[in-house]
């Protein structure tokens, strides 16, 4: 059973880099064949895709965020790291970690997903 599971700071400073993780159960990130995506969900908002990174470590990102995200993975920890520098108060959102077979760029229909993580709230505030 593949399981996800983000975690982050929660209360983030404007202008500071948000650093969210999410760890991975289940499956080996490096040889499981999944590509790994961020997406979040500001208060009241829809769905927005981040990017994702494969399990060879390559790497494909939102053209709205590109500039200021990057994601990266421990496979010593099998963890997916999300960086979001120059934070403002409109990257309050919750933030899910997904899997899927294939790659998805954009697309944020969960059922398009195999897994998601329950999702951890970050309020960028100061």
């Known amino acids: 059973q593949v399981q996800l599971q983000e975690s982050g700071p929660g209360l983030v400073k404007p202008w500071q880099t948000l650093s969210l993780t999410c760890t991975v159960s289940?499956?080996?990130?490096?040889?499981?064949?999944?590509?790994w995506s961020w997406i979040r969900q500001p208060p009241g908002k829809g769905l927005e895709w981040m990017g994702l990174?494969?399990?060879?470590?390559?790497?494909y990102y939102s053209p709205s965020l590109k500039s200021r995200t990057s994601i990266h993975m421990d496979t010593s920890k099998n963890q997916i790291t999300l960086q979001l520098v120059s934070v403002t108060p409109e990257d309050t959102a919750v933030y899910y970690c997904?899997?899927?077979?294939?790659?998805?760029?954009?697309?944020?229909?969960?059922?398009?997903?195999?897994?998601w993580g329950q999702g951890t709230q970050v309020t960028v505030s100061s």
């Open positions: 997904a899997a899927s077979k294939g790659v998805i760029l954009g697309q944020t229909t969960k059922e398009l997903y195999d897994y």
């Open positions: 990174i494969g399990y060879s470590g390559s790497t």
């Open positions: 289940g499956v080996s990130i490096p040889t499981g064949w999944y590509y």
